[in-house]
């Protein structure tokens, strides 16, 4: 390896490491909402200004619809990144059902600081609890099949993390959070490797420890040299429902070794439970962080 891929890679192992350290959310929380807040108020908010500055108002956080819940921590920091003695009261927690004229949470505070923090703080609501609320109805879908609904890294920039709590908050499961703590071999990199058995073996090489590897195959003829190689994590690509059976029943005749099955591809609300039944372990679904519609909340004094 040459001096340039030695400094690149200890570049990523020093992020890796990073990360790994942190043991909840709250670093990543004041940095998205540091973002948000910058993005949305900038030298300041103009309009808030129009209200007298010792103005204190009680505001009421109410549900439109049916949903799950997320981003309360989000929703909070909001607020008291902007007046931390703010008093907000919650009579739901993150994961709850939540329903049309249901009444969340209190907040009481300075009314510019509400004003001021009202739209972002709704922002992260919504949009998480879009997350959760998706991710539930694909969950609830496949229920008593023991296949696991997961996530992928088709999520909104800079928000990977948020988005991949609000999954576990559905009952979902996360997949890797980025390429730095796991691998997973697509058709390009086993195209740019060389074949499948290569991509494998350099994958094992590079791997830390404890590190998941994946390998993607698109054939039941792909899924036939995988195994061979020795493949213990698998995503069957586009796989049609029979393909899908063929595949559970290859990996149990020929593997001696547990060997995880992941579905992936063209999944929807209205077959994933026929994915489900196939026999597989996993299904991932792109949809749950990427194609979601915000869950409608208001502020109101």
Known sequence: MDKGNNLYYGFIGQWVLRLRKLKDLDEEIKRNI???????????????????????????IVCREHAIL??????????????????????????DAIKPAQKLCTVNGNARILLSAERPALNFLQMLSAVSTQ?????????????????????LPGLRRAQKYAVKCGGG???RLGLYDGILIKENH????????????????VA?????????????????????AGAKM?????????????????TRQQSGEPVILEASGNITLENV??????????????????DIKAIDLSMLF
């Open 34 to 60: 540091k973002l948000a807040l910058t993005e949305d108020m900038g030298a300041g908010d103009l309009t808030a200004s129009l209200i007298p500055d010792k103005v204190v108002l009680t505001a009421n």
């Open 173 to 175: 499961v996360n997949h």
């Open 135 to 155: 991710t539930r109805r694909f969950v609830d879908a496949v229920a008593g099949t023991n296949v696991a609904i997961v996530d992928t890294r088709k999520t």
């Open 190 to 205: 086993i195209m740019a490797a060389g074949g499948i058995d290569s991509a494998l073996k350099k994958a094992q090489q």
């Open 208 to 228: 830390l420890p404890d590190m998941f590897i994946q390998i993607e195959v698109e054939s039941l003829q792909e899924l036939q040299a995988a195994l061979t």
């Open 70 to 95: 997320c981003g309360t921590q989000w929703f909070d920091a909001c607020f008291e990144a902007l007046q931390p003695a703010l008093q907000i009261n919650w009579f739901v927690k993150d994961g």
């Open 234 to 250: 698998i995503l069957l690509d586009n796989f049609t429902l029979d393909q899908l059976r063929d595949a559970v029943k290859l």
């Open 273 to 290: 439970r026929q994915v489900a039944q196939t026999g597989i372990d996993r299904i991932s679904i792109g949809s749950l962080t990427k």
